[in-house]
C-alpha cells in the first residue's frame, strides 16, 4: 500500500504545481506540495513507522484542493454564451 500512495504522492505533487498562480488554492497547494515532498523523503530514508497515515492524510488533503480549485474553472460552454 505504500509504494502505491508514493506514486500516487508524486502525481499528486506534480498535479497541484500545475495550479494556476492566480488560484487562491495555488497558495494552499504551495504549503501541501511541501508537506508531501517532507513525507516521501521521510519514507525514502525509512526514519517513521508512521509515515503511511501522515501520507494518507496528505493526499486526502492535495484531491481536496484539487477538487476545489477545478471547480474555479470556468465551464467552456457557459464562456461561449
Known sequence: MIDQNVKLAKSL???LER????SYWAHQASGLRGA?????DEIE???NKDINSHLEELLRKGFDILERAAKEIP???Q???
Open 75 to 77: 465551464d467552456n460552454d
Open 13 to 15: 505533487v506534480f498535479m
Open 45 to 47: 530514508r525509512g526514519s
Open 79 to 81: 464562456r461561449a454564451r
Open 19 to 22: 495550479l494556476s498562480v492566480d
Open 36 to 40: 508531501l515532498l517532507r513525507c516521501l
